[in-house]
């Protein structure tokens, strides 16, 4: 890992505590982790490998560790979470471990898969260079998490309001990572093989407010070292609601919020995986192979 040490974008501390008092009300608000889950689950299903140890990383209350289970490739699967009160909630082995400092030895997992989770690491890059390091040779992550698209509309409502009512804005929403970087982030973490997607999510609430409240049943406000610590004064959150009910309503009433889902791929080297040819080892000239004139660099086409 890098010897410069990452920002500080994230309260864990806060995030712990938020995590425990959503699994105090139960499982919570489940439509994205379902979503995530199941499409995980179908990208597993079409491995045709045995995977004997995996680790759900931020296993929440184990939607996902409970699928994983289903697939009979899947041997032992051992959920993670840093919060005690939301890892009580998932079933079978459980390891309370921060996604930022991992317990696992070099090359003892098979698996490890996300859902939703590592978007809240102050250091995703030396996250990922943590779990390649615990995977065996030709090991798999495979890992959802939120991005840039996020809770856009969310985001504008409040920096208009904030402006409008207060003369600034602070705050409010966390920062995302975006699907370009993503491959770059995998490859130098060391994985093999770096596929990144990105999917949009476009979900109906009767209110703006049903917005907010069910993040915070998620667990998931406002986690930012830089967040304001007074509170929201009522004229700019109600400023905020109407902007937002202006400017995202859709035909029935309802308002639209945005979730993008970014799922991450990538491999543990081994011998056995597909590699590049060195350079100048191709039989076949690529002008050939269009059915084009070759030319250097710099010359002009004749007409």
């Known amino acids: 890992m890098s010897d410069v040490a990452a920002p500080v974008v994230f309260?864990?501390?806060?995030?712990?505590?938020?995590?425990?008092?959503?699994?105090?009300?139960?499982?919570?608000?489940?439509?994205?982790?379902?979503?995530?889950?199941?499409?995980?689950?179908?990208r597993l299903s079409l491995i045709k490998r045995r995977f004997c140890i995996a680790v759900d990383l931020g296993a929440h209350h184990g939607v996902l560790a409970r699928r994983l289970k289903r697939l009979d490739a899947i041997g032992m699967v051992v959920a993670t979470d840093l919060s005690p009160r939301m890892l009580s909630l998932c079933e079978g082995p459980r390891v309370l471990a921060d996604e930022e400092l991992l317990p696992f030895r070099s090359g003892s997992l098979d698996l490890v898969v996300s859902a939703l989770t590592l978007q809240l690491v102050n250091d995703l890059p030396g996250t990922l260079i943590q779990i390649r390091r615990a995977l065996r040779p030709d090991g798999l992550l495979l890992a959802a998490m939120l991005g840039g698209e996020t809770l856009t509309e969310l985001r504008q409502s409040f920096l208009a309001a904030e402006v409008e009512v207060e003369g600034g804005a602070s705050p409010r929403v966390a920062p995302f990572t975006d699907v370009r970087d993503l491959g770059s982030l995998l490859q130098r973490a060391g994985f093999a093989l770096p596929v990144t997607d990105s999917e949009i999510v476009r979900v109906g609430y009767a209110s703006p407010l049903d917005v907010m409240r069910e993040i915070k049943a998620m667990g998931a406000?406002?986690?930012?070292?830089?967040?304001?610590r007074t509170p929201m004064r009522r004229a700019t959150l109600a400023r905020a609601?109407?902007?937002?009910?202006?400017?995202?309503?859709?035909?029935?009433?309802?308002?639209?919020?945005?979730?993008?889902?970014?799922?991450?791929?990538g491999w543990a080297p081994h011998e056995s995986q597909q590699q590049p040819l060195p350079p100048g080892s191709a039989k076949t000239r690529l002008a050939d192979a269009l059915g084009v004139e070759e030319r250097s660099a710099g010359e002009k086409a004749t007409r």
């Open 221 to 228: 406000s406002n986690m930012l070292i830089s967040r304001r």
């Open 11 to 42: 309260d864990r501390r806060l995030l712990t505590h938020r995590r425990s008092r959503a699994a105090a009300c139960g499982t919570g608000p489940d439509f994205l982790l379902d979503r995530v889950a199941d499409d995980l689950l179908e």
């Open 241 to 265: 609601c109407e902007i937002y009910a202006e400017r995202f309503a859709r035909a029935d009433g309802r308002v639209t919020a945005t979730f993008e889902i970014l799922t991450m791929t």
